[in-house]
């Protein structure tokens, strides 16, 4: 969500229609792949493009 793209606004319900999880992301449900990345797990990552989108660029 984000000013451009609110969750209420004009265009939400047409965008929640296309999502595999129906609701706009928040800062939470991004941070788990950030900590992870930022982590020992992720020290082997490179070069590598993740997609949190609840499932809109399916």
Do not use: C
């Not at 070069?47 to 609840?54: C, K, L, M």
């Amino acid at each position: 969500m984000t000013s451009a793209n609110p969750a209420d606004g004009p265009h939400a319900e047409h965008q929640r229609q296309k999502m595999a999880t129906p609701r706009f992301g928040k800062a939470d449900d991004i941070a788990g792949m950030v900590a992870w990345l930022a982590g020992p797990e992720g020290r082997f990552v490179t070069g590598a493009a993740f997609t949190i989108d609840g499932g809109a660029n399916a």
